[in-house]
């Protein structure tokens, strides 16, 4: 497992080299003058006008063949400049690095309430097998499943917003943005909800979870769905097997083998998918950040996509995919402290 | 014979293949359900009542109500129908028949072929799905074409790695010997003998994909690539909705059907490939049994 796991490590140079290559592809797909802007602020060079473009394109090397530019930007990458994204009129890791505390506040309120709460019904579900506790759950997930996610978000906002204006989109009020940005307060982490505790600031602490209502509300839903389908077939799986029924025939009270024996071992298939789910949601909250117009990486990732501000999506390329095979990682340590099956083999 | 009469006899999969074949007539039926008029130059350009920006409530003339600049929002929903269908099997078709000829191809040739290509489907899960298809469909331009090819481009991994792995099982099972033995070629005994039994994982795997296709293309048109403006098309429809959500002072409910029509269409569409697909795996995958 471990060389598994080590395996993957060292394959990650590789994927990132294979993106690199194939954004960096799409990216040639269009002409100098437009590629420029990977390189520049517009304003620079745009007051130049046609001649100062082309100074410009000469300068950076824009009309050399593939690989020449294809080496000098990855060096330019290797040495950690991520280039200058025209979306964010910032440099990508700047942008990149203020965005990240964002999100990942979104996803740690949606994400662990949510993956509790779907162990918690699957095993209902699965214990329960073929009565109404497992027909409404599975109604419950696979609708959820179903359910588009910018249609439950807009359904969020004309409820809790336009209707009873509890929860407005955004990340903050007006005036708790004026006050976050002043001198009083100090941002240690740039997550709104734990630099207003270490601030002992309890009305930005709320305007920031009336804020984080809606859009956990929607990212949860979609995930605790998914993670439910899981948690119920492999719960299902698992009770069927040899040792549960010896459990139960040995004397042991029926509550005891689900939740202590047969509930460890259905958590198996469980933490892949969640680990998986995670990633995604780390990576690509984009629907759910647009339509709360909350500012994290998915919505900035869009826009700079719609855009095709090259350097800005590239930039969130390798942070996906470092995500994608840090959670892997975490993913193949976890199984063995579950599964000691997964040592021997 | 015992997969159809699962489907019919388990009421969700009976209600999403009831579901389907709704969905099926509507798009058969479209030309008589919502005639074109005249003077468009396809049919799947939506009807327009004048150019104001205010959404209509549903009348006798626009059934549904009308959208941000007066687009029949029942001849959307209605057309929009074979647009999602041509969609979501044009997707699901195209990238399961390239995924599985590259699975087969790594699967059959083995060594460094198969290291090469599966480490090229690592590569390609690597990529944020919604944001790589995003960036694909800007280039390409606005259309159904550019969609397809979009989800398809970064969606047919998944069918790699299930033939893949079926055919390195189903490899070692003793009629494969024995076909081998009285000389079938390796194409013979991939095509004809082995292929054919890693089907149904496939068919699962694409059931499911459907829906989630769908999805993700009104996730495109949303986002605002996508579509031309006014096509028929259900994505379009929810992003002309985004800016009606707030009504007026004292009616937040004023624009309810710019969402809650074409909202409906893609949500049961979805709905109706997943239960299929539930069902399909439950009956289909031998771990577990029914």
């Known amino acids: ?345 | 014979m015992r997969v159809v009469r699962y489907l019919l006899q388990n009421p969700m999969s009976l209600f999403g293949l009831l579901l389907l074949l709704a969905f099926v007539l509507i798009a058969v039926f479209a030309p008589l359900l919502a005639p074109p008029t005249e003077f468009q130059l396809s049919p799947y350009d939506t009807p327009r009542a004048g150019f104001w920006a205010t959404p209509q409530p549903p009348s006798p003339e626009a059934r549904f109500g009308t959208t941000q600049g007066q687009y029949d929002i029942y001849y959307a929903v209605i057309w929009g129908t074979r647009t999602a269908f041509k969609i979501g099997l044009g997707v699901v078709i195209i990238s399961a028949l390239i995924g599985t000829a590259i699975g087969a191809i790594a699967a059959y040739y083995g060594g460094i072929i198969d290291e090469l290509l599966m480490r090229l489907v690592d590569v390609f899960l690597a990529v944020p799905f919604l944001i790589a298809a995003l960036v694909l469909t800007v280039i390409l331009g606005k259309g159904l074409v550019p969609i397809i090819v979009a989800l398809t481009a970064f969606g047919w991994m998944g069918y790699a790695r299930v033939v893949r792995s079926e055919i390195l099982r189903i490899r070692e099972m003793d009629y494969v010997s024995a076909a081998r033995a009285y000389g079938a070629s390796d194409l013979r005994l991939i095509v004809l003998h082995i292929l054919p039994n890693a089907f149904f994982p496939v068919l699962v795997l694409a059931t499911m994909a459907t829906g989630s296709m769908v999805l993700s293309a009104s996730a495109l048109s949303f986002l605002g690539v996508g579509t031309e403006e006014g096509y028929a098309d259900w994505g379009n429809l929810i992003a002309y909705s985004r800016n009606w959500i707030v009504g007026q002072a004292g009616n937040p409910f004023q624009f309810w059907y710019t969402l809650v029509f074409p909202g409906a269409a893609i949500f049961l569409f979805v709905l109706a490939w997943n239960l299929v697909g539930d069902a399909l795996r439950d009956v289909l995958d031998p771990r577990h049994q029914v």
């Open chain 1, 1 to 345: 497992m471990m060389t598994y796991a080590l395996r993957r490590l060292i394959m990650l140079p590789v994927v990132l080299f294979a993106l690199s290559l194939m954004i960096f592809g799409l990216q040639m797909s269009l002409s100098p003058t437009q590629r420029l802007a990977a390189y520049a602020p517009t304003d620079d060079y745009l007051k130049g006008g046609q001649e100062m473009i082309r100074t410009m394109i000469e300068q950076y090397g824009l009309d050399d063949p593939f690989p020449v530019q294809y080496a000098r930007w990855l060096s330019n990458i290797l040495h950690g400049n991520l280039g200058w994204s025209e979306t964010a009129r910032q440099p990508v890791a700047t942008a990149l690095s203020s965005l990240f505390p964002a999100t990942m506040e979104l996803v740690f309120f949606a994400f662990v309430p949510g993956l509790l709460c779907a162990i918690w019904l699957g095993s209902r579900a699965g214990t329960n097998h073929n009565k109404w506790q497992d027909h409404s759950i599975r109604v419950f997930a696979i609708l959820g499943w179903s359910f588009p996610t910018y249609v439950f978000g807009l359904l969020m906002l004309l409820i809790f917003y336009s209707t009873l204006d509890w929860f407005p989109p955004g990340r903050l009020s007006q005036w708790a943005i004026t006050e976050v940005n002043s001198d009083e307060f100090t941002r240690y982490t740039g997550a709104n909800t734990i630099d207003a505790l270490l601030n002992w600031n309890w009305p930005i602490f709320f305007d920031a979870i009336r804020h984080l209502v809606a859009p956990v509300i929607t990212l949860m839903y979609v995930n605790v769905a998914s993670i439910t389908r899981v948690m119920r077939t492999s719960m299902l799986e698992t009770l069927r097997q040899d040792y549960v029924r010896t459990a139960r025939a040995k004397g042991m009270p029926r509550k005891v083998v689900e939740l202590r024996h047969a509930r460890r071992n259905a958590l198996l298939p469980v933490v892949t998918v969640a680990g998986m789910e995670l990633a995604y949601m780390m990576g690509g909250v984009v629907i759910t950040e647009t339509i709360f117009d909350f500012p994290g990486l998915g919505q900035f990732a869009a826009k700079s996509a719609a855009g095709l501000d090259f350097p800005a999506v590239l930039g969130f390329g390798i942070y996906f995919a470092l995500v994608l095979v840090a959670l892997n990682l975490i993913v193949d340590l976890i199984y063995p402290m579950l599964d000691p099956r997964v040592k021997t083999r």
